[in-house]
């Protein structure tokens, strides 16, 4: 295997147009790679940083799979209003992945993914605001904190734990009372009573317009972008050969970043990437008739609504399947129905509905690592639910794993052999 770096003024590929993707080329162009961007859509169109709920959510710090998931997720495959979905005949092939992901709940695995999170969330915020700043981008994006809402008192004290945990890893909080919650969030239902504010959380003012306009920016500085789907990957002596819909093309590297269609690329090259398709729902409301001034996160139930450029954002949930499976119109009517308990006075006409799959992995840590198989070839995917969040940071440490600049007990947490 190569251990040694890719040069400065390398020429390298992402193959990926989403906010995974599009970092790591500017991360990358900043350092003096000379980088092209491959995607059968326009940078932001094609995967889950279309429309997803638009949070940076630095402090949440814990993997999906926490002690006690067994019976909560049991119980919550039988609730209809619950966060978490598998259709039946999509659960058989998945049976390997959820045993990965209920294996992450316990002891040393939990706790090493957690130590992961954190790190990656501890720097997100200021990489971040440095990457969007460096492209004149920074007022795109306020850290105003976000507010965790519990239905019950019970809930809320289970919560302590987690908060107190993020406290000792310097992720700041407060609880708030009933009259906090009042001034903070007043047009959510007053049936409401505990609440938590992260100040470790940001929100962007439209996901789709970040990587968008990162992409018009760095094309500025000498990326290139084609919208064309890459087919296949090889590796030459001394290069990477790229067989596109119309050509061939040679790089120094390449870099898969490209969300949950970088299953395939994996198997195509030998590699084992156990990621698996988590699909959330929102319907974003373009006159909601209500303001909400910082993200919302309704803990017991899955739900967030964030208020963006595009209107009032509400969704979540996460439902394990196929990722080329229609969308579940029943789970939009609920979500509907939902957001009007949540928020009375709510006009939900007009709703755009949308439907994303996030690429998720057992352990709910991204993979940033070289290929086991092709020298060559790096991973920069799988962040689940936290792509926006830990996208600048990401693109960091690929760009300091291709220079062979990392620091080894970091990488190592993300490498994609971790699962052998």
Not at 55 to 80: R, Y
Not at 110 to 139: H, R, V, W
Not at 281 to 299: G, M, Q, R, W
Request: glycine share 8%; aromatic share 10%.
């Amino acid at each position: 295997m190569l251990t040694s770096n890719i040069p400065l003024g390398s020429s390298v590929a992402v193959i990926g147009a989403g906010i995974v993707g599009v970092s790591s080329a500017c991360t990358l162009n900043q350092k003096g790679y000379h980088v092209s961007i491959y995607d059968p859509s326009n940078p932001g169109e094609g995967g889950a940083s279309k429309a997803n709920a638009g949070h940076i959510g630095a402090s949440d710090i814990f993997p999906l799979s926490v002690p006690g998931i067994h019976f909560k997720a049991l119980k919550m495959l039988f609730d209809s209003d619950a966060p978490l979905k598998v259709p039946l005949s999509d659960f058989w092939s998945q049976i390997p992945w959820f045993c990965r992901f209920l294996l992450t709940s316990h002891g040393s695995r939990f706790q090493k993914a957690t130590d992961a999170i954190s790190f990656l969330g501890k720097n997100s915020l200021n990489d971040t605001k440095t990457l969007l700043e460096s492209y004149g981008l920074g007022e795109m994006v306020d850290y105003g904190g976000c507010a965790f809402i519990y239905d019950t008192k019970k809930s809320f004290n289970s919560s302590k734990k987690g908060w107190n945990e993020r406290a000792k890893r310097g992720f700041s909080s407060e609880s708030l009372n009933e009259e906090s919650i009042a001034k903070i969030t007043p047009t959510i239902n007053n049936k409401f009573k505990h609440a938590f504010l992260s100040h470790e959380w940001g929100k962007v003012t439209e996901p789709f317009d970040i990587v968008k306009n990162l992409s018009n920016e760095a094309q500025k500085s000498g990326v290139v972008f084609y919208k064309n789907q890459v087919k296949r990957i090889s590796e030459s002596l001394n290069s990477v050969l790229i067989d596109a819909e119309n050509g061939s093309f040679k790089y120094d590297a390449v870099i898969i970043a490209a969300g949950i269609d970088s299953i395939s690329f994996a198997k195509s090259l030998g590699d084992f990437l156990p990621m698996t398709s988590e699909r959330g729902y929102n319907l974003t409301i373009p006159s909601p008739n209500i303001k909400i001034d910082i993200p919302i996160v309704f803990a017991d139930r899955g739900i967030v609504a964030t208020s963006l450029r595009s209107g009032l954002r509400i969704g979540g949930w996460a439902e394990y399947a196929n990722p080329r499976r229609p969308a579940n119109q029943a789970y939009f009517d609920s979500i509907s129905r939902i957001s009007q308990e949540l928020f009375p006075g709510l006009n939900i006409e007009g709703a755009n509905f949308w439907m994303g799959s996030r690429p998720s992995m057992p352990d709910s840590l991204p993979v940033i690592s070289r290929s086991q198989k092709l020298n060559r070839v790096f991973y920069n995917c799988g962040h689940g639910h936290y792509g926006l969040t830990h996208a600048a940071t990401s693109a960091k440490l690929m760009c300091d794993l291709i220079t062979n600049n990392q620091n080894l007990s970091n990488s190592r947490l993300f490498s994609i052999d971790r699962f052998l």
